[in-house]
C-alpha cells in the first residue's frame, strides 16, 4: 500500500467500502474511488474521479474521501443491493442539492439498473432517476468505455444475476475489480495482467459452498498467480468471518503483494 501524495502520478484506487454482503461494524458495502489526472479539454489537467460500485452506507463515507459532486461517472458491477443501493441516496444528492439540481451523471450497469433503482426508491418507472442518472447497459461484446483518463472494459462474470468484472486502464496501469463472481474464464481476462486485482473473498475453503457466487481467499490468490498480477487486495469478506483466514489462504496461492481491503486504504496501482 503507497500512501497518497498531493498528485497522482498515474492510477490511485481509495477504498470507500468493503464489507461484505451488507455493510459491517468497521466498513460501508462496496464502493471504490478511482483517481487520476486527465486532460480537462480546454488544454489543461484536472483530477478525474469515478466509482466502482456504491454499496449500502458508502455514499456517507465518500464524503471523506471526494465531495461526491466530483464524481465523473459510477460504474455498477451487478445490482444487488450491497454494490448499487446507496445511488437512490446519491439521487437524493443531486436532485436536492442546495446549489441546485446537478447535471446527468453516467451511470453503466447491468441490464435492468434503472427499474431496479427507481423501485428501490418507490418513483414511477418513468422518469425513474433518469433524470439525475444517465444509464446505459455495459455491451455485449465487451466494447471499452472511456471516460477522461479511463478506460474501462466489463467483462461478463459467474454469478445468481447478470455481473460484470471491470478492467479499469489509465496512466498505462491497469486494475482489475472482480465484483461478485465465483471462479470462471471471463475473470482470468478481465485480470490477465493487470498492475492490481482487487478481488473478492467471501467464502472460505474449509466451509461447504454454494456453487457460482463467490471466491474463496485461495480462489483469489490462483486467480493471481494465473493471472500474473502485480498485487493482490482482498476484499468484500463478510462481517461474519475473519479477514485473516482469506488472506492466509490467498498468500498460500500467490507469493507476491497481498493486502487486506480497508475503509480509507490507498493504493497507487
Known amino acids: 500500500m503507497t ?21 459491517g461494524p468497521t466498513s460501508p458495502a462496496s464502493c471504490y474511488l478511482l483517481e487520476a489526472d486527465g486532460d480537462d479539454g480546454a488544454g489543461g489537467t484536472r483530477r478525474w474521479r469515478i466509482l466502482l460500485d456504491l454499496g449500502n452506507g458508502a455514499l456517507g463515507a465518500l464524503h471523506n474521501h471526494a465531495d461526491p459532486l466530483a464524481i465523473d461517472a459510477v460504474f455498477v458491477s451487478h445490482l444487488h443491493a450491497d454494490h448499487c443501493l446507496d445511488l437512490c441516496g446519491y439521487y437524493v444528492l443531486r436532485k436536492y442539492h442546495p446549489t441546485g439540481a446537478q447535471p446527468r451523471i453516467p451511470v453503466w450497469a447491468p441490464a435492468g439498473a434503472a427499474e431496479r ?4 426508491y418507490d418513483l414511477p418507472l418513468d422518469p425513474g432517476m433518469t433524470e439525475e442518472f444517465d ?4 455491451a455485449a461484446d465487451r466494447a471499452p468505455v472511456q471516460v477522461g483518463p479511463f478506460t474501462v472494459q466489463p467483462f461478463e462474470v459467474y454469478h445468481p444475476v447478470a455481473a460484470y468484472a471491470l478492467r479499469v486502464t489509465a496512466a498505462g496501469r491497469t486494475l482489475t475489480y472482480s465484483g461478485d463472481t465465483a471462479p470462471c474464464t471471463g475473470l482470468d481476462e478481465a485480470a490477465d495482467g493487470a498492475d492490481l486485482l482487487l478481488a473478492e473473498a467471501a467464502f472460505r475453503s474449509r466451509d461447504e459452498n454454494p456453487p457460482g457466487v463467490h471466491l474463496t481467499g485461495a480462489d483469489a490468490g490462483e486467480l493471481a498467480t494465473r493471472a500474473g498480477v502485480g498485487q493482490l487486495v482482498l476484499t468484500h469478506v463478510p462481517a ?10 490467498a498468500v498460500e496461492k500467490y507469493d507476491g503483494p497481498t493486502w487486506l481491503a480497508a475503509t480509507g486504504a490507498v493504493y497507487d496501482v
Do not use: K, M, N, Q
Not at 461474519?240 to 489462504?249: I, N, T, V
Open 3 to 23: 500512501p497518497a501524495d498531493d498528485g497522482i502520478a498515474g492510477l490511485r484506487l481509495t477504498v470507500v467500502g468493503c464489507a461484505g454482503s451488507y455493510p
Open 117 to 120: 433503482l427507481a423501485r428501490a
Open 135 to 138: 444509464f446505459t447497459e455495459y
Open 240 to 249: 461474519w468471518f475473519d479477514p485473516l483466514d482469506a488472506h492466509g489462504e
